[in-house]
């Protein structure tokens, strides 16, 4: 005989596994809304959209809750091009907070690196006045953790590569697709000096970068972006509330981000975590009973640009820390879940602490 906790988890899965109402919340954000870049009017339509979605699935305690945060924007003008040893546009995309090129395009001879450890190696006798292509190939693991060591290269590569004088910085896309389809990220600079324009290469074209210098030739790049870091914006973290019974004081937060980037449409990064968190809601709520622990739902602003929304979050609700039992977020795409990662430095503490 189950008990009725355990029926109710069971039904729960058969509950998720019957219907395709987390896919039609994809489908609309992603159709209805799109591009939601933090500080568009595309991020301001999501708010609306993820607050009438709370409401319907019956949340209680539904608001926005004001994000302060760091925007930035792309700019028309994105040129990477090649210009020895021949010319060839490349595709190419600025990474999100990059300087821009001012009074034209950036010209340089490029050098590689293949590791942030090159970099250093290569010191300023070579890097001074030179593009830095740093040549990662994201490896494909099923973890993902494929992603980490590819992404510490790109946000903090440019400002390691600027210390030692270079004026530019490309990487080949922090991707595993090998179709000429630039994927952008965050960087983030090391101080005012290590401010350089960077730009992330399609697979295909860092790769064909790859091969020209090993073959030897002299490759110069020129790069040209009109991106622009804007000081500081307005975002909104939704959220919205099952509360507990006997121990409501205790939070379990589940999140998601709302924002895109701008050159997608944001449909498994993160539509399909924010999905997640308002179809999981939605079942919790239509069980019989409540849960003795509050269940928190928030759909975090600006995650793409550095985090602003959840430190956002952090900040606003320092004073409940202790309350919070548990906290995850859903931005690992869909597919069935095989694993649940806990931060290294938080293995050790206890549940609420
Ligand atoms: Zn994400």
Same mark, same amino acid.
């Given at each position: 005989?189950?008990?009725?906790?355990?029926?109710?988890?069971?039904?729960?899965?058969?509950?998720?596994?019957?219907?395709?109402?987390?896919?039609?919340?994809?489908?609309?954000?992603?159709?209805?809304?799109?591009?939601?870049?933090?500080?568009?009017?595309?991020?301001?339509?999501?708010?609306?959209?993820?607050?009438?979605?709370?409401?319907?699935?019956?949340?209680?305690?539904?608001?926005?809750?004001?994000?302060?945060?760091?925007?930035?924007?792309?700019?028309?003008?994105?040129?990477?091009?090649?210009?020895?040893?021949?010319?060839?546009?490349?595709?190419?995309?600025?990474?999100?907070?990059?300087?821009?090129?001012?009074?034209?395009?950036?010209?340089?001879?490029?050098?590689?690196?293949?590791?942030?450890?090159?970099?250093?190696?290569?010191?300023?006798?070579?890097?001074?006045?030179?593009?830095?292509?740093?040549?990662? +190939?994201?490896?494909?693991?099923?973890?993902?953790?494929?992603?980490?060591?590819?992404?510490?290269?790109?946000?903090?590569?440019?400002?390691?590569?600027?210390?030692?004088?270079?004026?530019?910085?490309?990487?080949?896309?922090?991707?595993?697709?090998?179709?000429?389809?630039?994927?952008?990220? +965050?960087?983030?600079?090391?101080?005012?000096?290590?401010?350089?324009?960077?730009?992330?290469?399609?697979?295909?074209?860092?790769?064909?970068?790859?091969?020209?210098?090993?073959?030897?030739?002299?490759?110069?790049?020129?790069?040209?972006? %009109?991106?622009?870091?804007?000081?500081?914006?307005?975002?909104?973290?939704?959220? %919205?509330?099952?509360?507990?019974?006997?121990?409501?004081?205790?939070?379990?937060?589940?999140?998601?981000?709302?924002?895109?980037?701008?050159?997608?449409?944001?449909?498994?990064?993160?539509?399909?975590?924010?999905?997640?968190?308002?179809?999981?809601?939605?079942?919790?709520?239509?069980?019989?009973?409540?849960?003795?622990?509050?269940?928190?739902?928030?759909?975090?602003?600006?995650?793409?640009?550095?985090?602003?929304?959840?430190?956002?979050?952090?900040?606003?609700?320092?004073?409940?820390?202790?309350?919070?039992?548990?906290?995850?977020?859903?931005?690992?795409?869909?597919?069935?879940?095989?694993?649940?990662?806990?931060?290294?430095?938080?293995?050790?503490?206890?549940?609420?602490?």
């Amino acid at each position: 005989m189950k008990s009725s906790e355990e029926q109710w988890l069971l039904d729960l899965r058969a509950s998720a596994r019957a219907d395709s109402r987390a896919y039609d919340l994809v489908r609309s954000l992603t159709d209805d809304v799109g591009p939601r870049f933090s500080g568009t009017p595309g991020e301001a339509a999501a708010v609306q959209w993820a607050l009438e979605a709370m409401r319907r699935v019956g949340l209680t305690n539904v608001r926005a809750e004001p994000a302060p945060t760091v925007l930035w924007e792309r700019g028309a003008v994105e040129r990477v091009e090649l210009l020895a040893p021949r010319r060839e546009r490349l595709v190419a995309t600025a990474l999100g907070g990059s300087v821009p090129t001012l009074g034209g395009a950036v010209e340089a001879q490029v050098v590689e690196a293949t590791s942030m450890e090159e970099i250093d190696r290569l010191g300023r006798e070579k890097l001074e006045g030179r593009i830095l292509y740093l040549h990662h +190939v994201m490896p494909r693991l099923q973890d993902g953790t494929g992603y980490n060591a590819g992404g510490w290269a790109r946000t903090a590569g440019a400002s390691r590569a600027a210390k030692y004088g270079a004026v530019g910085f490309v990487i080949r896309s922090i991707a595993t697709h090998s179709m000429r389809v630039a994927h952008s990220g +965050v960087l983030h600079y090391d101080g005012d000096l290590g401010k350089i324009p960077a730009a992330a290469l399609s697979p295909p074209d860092g790769d064909l970068l790859h091969r020209l210098i090993a073959g030897g030739a002299r490759v110069r790049l020129a790069i040209e972006l %009109g991106c622009r870091p804007m000081p500081a914006g307005e975002s909104s973290n939704v959220i %919205g509330e099952i509360p507990g019974t006997d121990l409501a004081d205790q939070i379990v937060l589940f999140g998601a981000h709302l924002d895109s980037w701008d050159v997608g449409r944001g449909a498994v990064d993160d539509g399909a975590g924010c999905a997640m968190a308002l179809d999981v809601a939605r079942m919790i709520h239509a069980l019989p009973k409540r849960p003795r622990r509050t269940l928190r739902i928030a759909l975090f602003a600006n995650e793409e640009l550095g985090a602003g929304g959840g430190r956002a979050y952090a900040a606003a609700h320092a004073g409940e820390a202790s309350r919070h039992y548990v906290a995850m977020e859903a931005d690992q795409g869909d597919g069935a879940p095989w694993a649940l990662r806990v931060p290294e430095h938080r293995k050790d503490a206890p549940a609420g602490g």
